[in-house]
């Protein structure tokens, strides 16, 4: 699967091609995480499949989230019960097929006293039952000295006990892209950089999509028998174009997250924090960041993709800090990364605050047979995928074969080698001497590369500047196998550079440099592109 698991930008004007002329099955608009894993799962079950984006693939909230493969512990303390059954039960799936994108670590709440411990046990147990989790990785209670020697920052004075649990960490755009490039491999042919822009009807049903791409200017349709519009908090737009007078459904509400050296806030597992206005967040540490998640606040100004960060927001995730650590509170200048994206929940005229909207996803068929799909989360994107593959079913008027989980390929980079994790494999590409990389880096690629890491630094394993753990090879791998076209694609959701770097600005230059070697751009189009990622990051600091 992986030798032919391909998204190359040089062959885009065939995949155009290929698009413009077959007629198929499945339509699908969106390349975030609920299309990408709609399309792999539609073409794994021998259905043709094609999808576009009109930005880039995870250009949307699949890059902007938490980064947490999780059922909701908080969804359950709410009741939800099926939502969180199916979520946490999806946990130990993505791990099967992708272990690299799927990390398992503790989740540690710190608790004041032992009442709220107790309960808290009892909702990690159900949570622990819904979702079967092996007997290792059960639950814990910390206290006194396991706090101190697994988690010394917190204030043990102010939280004397800490209960950890086993939640995943995974790289959302990175999984999106996975999925992406395993749809390709089972055939579908898939675009970014192409906006949809209108729908073709034959008598009272659509059965195409009007679509340019925004890198050639081309403009064509695209022939389905069904389609299905997943594109996030843009469905709405979507909507509107098959029917003018569709009625919102939507409740729009922003998250952002801000990242520290971690430095400042040296903790070493995933941490809950209790915000003042008794919400809660996270603090997790991924290499040398830790970052601070998630406000939830009702945005008013349509879908954006790059929704405005406050001072507001920022101060608001870095006050819980001096109340649960021992070390000194964090200002705004410390901030070395910010992302904002907004969740497309299903909105509820009962209840005006986001935190209380379910998350639970939903179908609209509109007036043309446009199969509409909002809501969700990340990590419920298989069940979300089934679920909307069976209305793509009735349309086809066909029964789709069943999707064993033991004949579901391993994503892209997830056939690890019995017995390894992260850990084991990161080991194994740092003892190769031909590989000549430091731990960090190894640490790094195994991340995000998984099984794929060797063929990515086979392409160049110099750093793209001295001490950045980034390879060159990453770049053309970017370009040649995940279908990055620009300087954002690359550096925003390929190779992470904006989120996880301490001095993320410090890349760009670099990177452009190998980028315009690998596309063959000319001088003004490499200064353009970097010049567009630098105004990009500045307007994220606005709020400074
Ligand atoms: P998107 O990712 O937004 O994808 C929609 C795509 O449609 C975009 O790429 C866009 O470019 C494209 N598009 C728009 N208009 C058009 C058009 N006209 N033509 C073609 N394409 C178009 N979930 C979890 O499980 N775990 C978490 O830790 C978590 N944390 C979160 C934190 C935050 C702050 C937020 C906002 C969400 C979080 N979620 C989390 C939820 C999760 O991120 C979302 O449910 C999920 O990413 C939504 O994916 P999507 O594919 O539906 O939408």
């Known amino acids: 699967m992986t030798e032919s698991a391909t998204i190359s930008t040089f062959t885009r004007a065939s995949t155009i091609d290929r698009l413009a002329t077959e007629s198929f099955d499945l339509v699908v608009i969106g390349g975030g995480i609920t299309g990408a894993g709609l399309a792999r799962d539609a ?25 947490l493969i999780h059922g909701g512990l908080r969804y359950l303390e709410r009741g939800e019960i099926n939502l969180v059954r199916k979520t946490a039960s999806e946990r130990k799936e993505i791990h099967r097929l992708a272990p690299h994108l799927t990390e398992p670590r503790w989740m540690v709440m710190p608790l004041a006293g032992r009442t709220m411990l107790y309960s808290l046990r009892l909702a990690v147990t159900t949570y622990e039952r819904l979702g079967g989790v092996a007997p290792r990785d059960t639950q814990q209670t910390w206290s006194g000295s396991t706090l101190a020697e697994n988690e010394p920052l917190i204030d043990r004075k102010a939280f004397p006990f800490a209960l950890a649990y086993r939640e995943y960490l995974t790289d959302d755009a990175r999984l999106v892209l996975a999925n992406m490039r395993s749809a390709v491999a ?23 999509i009007e679509v340019r791409c925004a890198l050639s200017e081309r403009e064509f349709v695209v ?6 519009n997943a594109a996030g908090p843009w469905v709405e737009a979507l909507q509107k174009l098959e029917n003018p007078e569709a009625q919102p459904f939507l409740h729009l509400s922003k998250g952002i997250h801000v990242a520290l050296p971690a430095s400042k806030l040296p903790i070493r597992n995933l941490l809950v924090l209790n915000t003042v206005d008794k919400r809660r967040i996270f603090a997790l540490r991924r290499d040398e960041v830790v970052y601070l998640g998630t406000t939830d606040t009702t945005y008013e100004h349509g879908a954006d993709m790059w929704p405005e960060i406050t001072l507001e927001d920022v101060e608001y995730l870095l006050e819980p800090i001096p109340r649960h650590f021992t070390a000194s509170a964090c200002s705004p200048d410390d901030v070395i990364t910010t992302w904002a994206g907004l969740r497309p929940l299903i909105a509820d005229p009962n209840k005006k605050n986001p935190s209380e909207l379910s998350r639970r996803d939903e179908l609209l068929v509109g007036p043309l047979r446009v199969i509409s799909v909002a809501g969700g989360k990340l990590t419920g994107y298989r069940a979300m995928a089934r679920r909307v593959l069976g209305s793509v079913a009735e349309q086809l008027g066909r029964d789709l074969p069943e999707l064993a989980l033991v004949d579901e390929p391993h994503l892209p980079g997830g056939d690890f080698p019995e017995g390894f994790e992260l850990p084991e494999l990161a080991a194994s590409l740092l003892a190769d001497p031909a590989h000549a990389i430091d731990a960090p880096t190894a640490d790094r690629l195994a991340r995000l590369y998984g099984t794929e890491a060797r063929a990515v630094l086979a392409l160049g394993n110099m750093p793209i500047h001295a001490g950045s753990r980034a390879v060159a090879g990453e770049v053309r791998w970017a370009v040649e196998q995940e279908g990055a076209a620009t300087l954002e694609d690359v550096y925003y959701r390929r190779m992470r550079l904006a989120l996880f770097e301490l001095e993320p600005a410090a890349a760009i230059e670099p990177l452009a440099s190998f980028m315009a070697e690998v596309m063959g751009w000319d001088g003004p189009t490499r200064a353009a592109q970097a010049q567009q990622v630098q105004a990009r990051m500045a307007s994220d600091f606005a709020f400074r």
């Open 43 to 67: 073409a794994l079950r021998g259905l043709s499949v094609a999808l576009v984006d009109a930005a880039d693939f995870a250009a949307g909230t699949s890059s902007r989230s938490s980064k």
């Open 186 to 208: 089972a055939g579908a042919a898939v675009l970014n950089h192409a906006r949809v822009v209108g729908f073709t009807r034959q008598g009272s049903v659509a059965d195409g």
């Open 223 to 228: 022939r389905g028998r069904v389609i299905v």
